[in-house]
Structure formats: C-alpha cells, structure tokens
C-alpha cells in the first residue's frame, strides 16, 4: 500500500509538507503543491480521510441507524443514503436496533463518536429518550418529528405524508363499495404507524365506512400472518395493514385458508416495497418514495454539519393500484 513517506520520497519533500499540499493546499507554494499532487496521482495514493478528520476533529462519516435491516423498507433507504453520502465524499457507518427502543441511545451514543453526523431512520423510542440521545448530537431525523423545546435547535426531519397516503387508501376501499374495512396496526411505537391510524381513522369517519381495529402486531410477515386471522373473523371486507410485510403476510395466510383475493377480501399495504409485484394478486399499496427519502435526509444532515438550519421536508406519496385489491363482494356494498 502506498504511504505518504512514499509520496514524499517521490516528489522530494517532507511528510508535513505533503500533509499540507493534498489537506490544506493554499498553504503550499504552486511549484511545490503541484509536484506533491503529480506524485500522489503517479503512485496511486489515497489519503487516510478518517485519520485527517480525527486531526481536524471531522471523520468524513455520517451514521444511520435504522429498526430493521431486514426490512426491504430501510434496507432501500440505506441504499440510498450511502449513495449520496459517497457522492458528497462521506463513509456510511450502519447500526439496527432489532426494533428495540431500549438499545437505541446506546447505538446512538457509539455511532456519534466515530462520525460527524446521525441519520436516525424511525426511532421507536420515546420523545424525551430521544431528546436525550440525541444532546449535543448533530442528527437528522427520518419518518419522525421531535417538537423542540423552548431555546432549544429543532432536529430537522424528513418524512413521508402518511395521513395522505391513509385517505387515498381510504378514498379508493370506499369507491370500490367497502363499507366494513379491517386495519392491522403496527407497533405502538412506530411515529408513522401512529400517524397512519390517525389518518385512516379520519379518512374513514369521513367516507361513513366502519373501521374495524384488529389490534398491534409485529412489522413483519409472521405478524401478517397472524392479523389475517382476526381479520376473517372481523367480517370485514378488506384490510389494510401497517407495511407491506405485514400485508404479504395476511396475503399468504389467506391463500391458506382458501379466502379469494380480491374476491372476497381485499388487501392494501403500505411502502411498496419490491416484493409486493413478486406475488399473486399483485398487493396494493401506498408507495413512499424511499430512495428519495434517503438522499433527501443526507442533504439536510449536510446541511447541519455547514452550520445551516434547514426547514423539514415532507414527501408525497401514491397509492399503487394492483390485483389485491376490488370490488366489495356482492351484499356486503352499502
């Protein structure tokens, strides 16, 4: 591997004078600069940006910390974080909470002191251990919203409009004729899970449709799984369920049992994720722009770290319409 000693060498000059041409060039006269780069470019150097960060007090790092890598959700938004991070000239450092909010101050705590700056992707702690994690921390928040407090820097954030994507879920079951639609709650500590009840909540009252509310269930498949269940026994003529996971679950358990989709229930989730065109019916869904999110909370992250104040950004969203989802069966439209 190729040090600055060999750079040194090369162009005849000393290690802090090479330190000094390639990390703060307008100190180095031209003549000199110019034979340090030429030399470093010949032999194919690279500097140590995390050891010159630690000198200057910077690391050319961002962390994320996400619930779930497994989650196609925020393993799409990784993706798209540490494409725009390479591209401003920052590392990625990675850490997933397992969707325990009890070990997130702790990840919080060790990402902050190996970078400049946090990304925290739906953090499922409360308010105040969130406030506190994040003291003195230069973060940006994804899919959650932390209400300063009196003479305290708000952490800017970027979110999708989850009560938006819950009327036009809503608006699209009641043009099909469900009068009696089922939800599968995430967990309660989920910020966009929360708003999505809300919306559907409201969506619902609005459109006179009944809905009927299943109970909280794990984000994942087997969570699915088992809300598909309740959801047979609700009477309901569709259900929608806090992410895809889940409704790719209610989707197979209701294959199981025999139940016709769409023709006798009908099945929304939320994300569009990319397995939901991988099975059959299609699922519907509400798609979040995912990558767009990613390299939107990279923007306001940087923007922190040049002493700006950025405004937080909300991000529309679409509801997809696939094979899941139809007509209420004959005798259930009201």
Not at 234 to 260: E, H, K, Y
């Amino acid at each position: 591997m190729v040090t600055v000693h060999d750079v040194a060498r090369a162009a005849g000059v000393s290690i802090s004078t090479v330190s000094r041409a390639l990390s703060d060039p307008d100190r180095v006269a031209a003549a000199t600069r110019d034979r340090v780069t030429r030399a470093a470019a010949e032999l194919g150097y690279r500097p140590n940006r995390a050891a010159s960060g630690l000198r200057k007090g910077r690391t050319h790092a961002v962390g994320l910390l996400v619930p779930d890598l497994e989650n196609p959700y925020f393993a799409a938004v990784t993706k798209a974080v540490q494409a725009r991070a390479r591209a401003e000239g920052y590392e990625m450092f990675v850490a997933d909470s397992d969707e325990d909010a009890d070990v997130e101050a702790e990840l919080i705590g060790a990402l902050a002191a190996r970078t400049d700056g946090l990304l925290v992707a739906s953090p499922r702690c409360s308010e105040a251990g969130l406030r506190a994690a994040l003291a003195g921390v230069t973060a940006v928040l994804a899919n959650r919203e932390l209400p300063a407090e009196p003479g305290a820097t708000a952490v800017p954030s970027v979110h999708v409009d989850d009560a938006d994507g819950a009327a036009q879920v809503m608006g699209h079951l009641s043009a099909l004729g469900h009068r009696t639609v089922a939800l599968a709650a995430g967990p309660p500590s989920s910020w966009s899970g929360r708003r999505r009840v809300a919306g559907l909540v409201a969506a619902a009252a609005h459109r006179d449709v009944e809905l009927v509310e299943l109970g909280t269930f794990q984000p994942y498949f087997a969570g699915g799984v088992q809300a598909a269940d309740h959801a047979v026994a609700s009477g309901a003529t569709a259900v929608v369920a806090f992410n895809d996971l889940m409704a790719l679950g209610i989707l197979d358990r209701l294959r199981q049992r025999g139940v016709d989709v769409p023709g006798r229930m009908t099945v929304v989730g939320f994300d569009d994720v990319p397995q939901a065109t991988l099975v059959s019916p299609a699922l519907t869904t509400v798609r979040a722009p995912l990558a767009r999110l990613g390299r939107r909370a990279v923007d306001l992250l940087l923007a922190r770290l040049r002493g700006d104040l950025p405004a937080g950004v909300q991000l529309p969203v679409e509801l997809t319409i696939r094979g899941s989802s139809g007509p209420a069966p004959a005798g259930a439209a009201g």
